[in-house]
C-alpha cells in the first residue's frame, strides 16, 4: 500500500517532468504533445521467438564495454550466421557449451583476444549458452508472451519476472532484463538505469539506488498517475538524454537541472 504523502509526489513530479519535457519539445514542435507521443509509442513488436533471441542478443551486446568489443551492429550478418537466426535448439545442438562458441567467434573474427580468461567475448559466448537454455524451453512466441503475461498481477510480480531472468541467465543483470522485456513491447517494464536511479533517488521518490527499489518505485508512480510504466521511462529517459532520435534534434541533457526543479519546489 503506498502512503498518501509519496501517492501525491509521485503525481506532482510526473506532471512536472512531462511539463518539463513538453515545453522543451514546444520550442522545436508546434505540437509537443503529438510529438511526445510519438516516442512513448516508438516500439515495434517483435513477430517470432527468433525475433525476440536476435533482440536479447542485441540488448546484452550493447552492454557497457560490449558495445564496443563485440560490435554487435557492424558484425551482424556474421553473427546471424553463427547463431543460426537466434534459434536456441540449433545453438546448443551445434555448440553445447561457451567455450565452442567462443573458439567459432575465434574463427570469424581475427581480432579476438581470449587470452584474458573472463574476458567480454568469454562472457557474450557463455551468456548465449545459458539464454538459449533458456529460451529453449518455449515452443513460440504465443508461449513465451503467456509466460510473460503471467507476471503482470501486480507490482511484485512484474518485478519477479526480470529477477528470475537474472537468476536464470548468466551475466544477465536486473536491469538488463528489464530492458530486454520492454523492447519487446512489454510495457510494464521500465529499465531502472544510472539517470533513472539518479533521478528517483535525489528527488526523494526513492530512497534506495538499488535497481530493483527504483524499479518498483517507477512500477508504482505508473500506477497512481494512470499510464504504463514504458511511458514514465521514456519521458525521464527523453528528459536525460535529450535525444529526440525520430526527429534528429538534440535537446541536450536536462536531468540535473529537473532534479534541481523538483528540490527547489519540494
Known amino acids: 500500500m503506498i502512503d498518501s504523502q509519496l501517492k501525491d509526489k509521485y503525481i506532482l513530479v510526473y506532471s512536472k517532468a512531462k511539463a518539463f519535457i ?62 543460426l537466426d537466434y534459434n536456441p535448439e540449433k545453438i546448443l545442438a551445434i555448440y553445447w557449451d561457451w567455450n565452442n562458441l567462443l573458439n567459432e567467434f575465434v574463427k570469424h573474427f581475427d581480432s579476438i583476444d581470449v587470452s584474458r580468461k573472463g574476458n567480454l567475448w568469454q562472457q557474450f559466448a557463455d551468456w548465449i549458452i545459458s539464454w538459449s537454455k533458456f529460451m529453449s524451453v518455449f515452443k513460440n512466441k504465443e508461449e513465451f508472451d503467456t509466460f510473460v503475461k503471467r507476471f503482470s498481477l501486480n507490482t511484485y510480480t512484474k518485478a519477479s519476472l526480470p529477477m528470475l531472468l537474472e537468476k536464470e541467465i548468466k551475466w544477465f543483470w536486473f536491469a538488463l ?83 534541481s526543479l523538483i528540490n527547489i519546489n519540494a
Open 177 to 259: 532484463a528489464c530492458d530486454f522485456l520492454k523492447e519487446l513491447w512489454y510495457r510494464d517494464y521500465p529499465k531502472p538505469d544510472v539517470h533513472l536511479i539518479e533521478i528517483f533517488y535525489q528527488t526523494g521518490l526513492c530512497d534506495s539506488k538499488v535497481p530493483y527499489d527504483v524499479y518498483k518505485s517507477i512500477v508504482e508512480m505508473s500506477e497512481v498517475v494512470w499510464v504504463d510504466a514504458y511511458t514514465v521511462d521514456k519521458i525521464f529517459w527523453l528528459i536525460w538524454s535529450g535525444r529526440m532520435y525520430l526527429d534528429n534534434i538534440a535537446l541536450w541533457q536536462n536531468r540535473d537541472k529537473f532534479i
Open 22 to 83: 513538453l515545453e522543451r519539445i514546444s520550442k522545436h514542435f508546434p505540437n509537443p504533445q503529438e510529438i511526445l507521443d510519438k516516442y512513448i509509442y516508438d516500439q515495434s513488436k517483435y513477430e517470432s521467438l527468433n525475433d525476440a533471441n536476435q533482440r536479447l542478443v542485441e540488448s546484452m551486446s550493447n552492454r557497457n564495454m560490449m558495445a564496443s568489443v563485440i560490435a554487435f551492429g557492424r558484425r551482424k550478418s556474421e553473427m546471424n550466421t553463427i547463431l
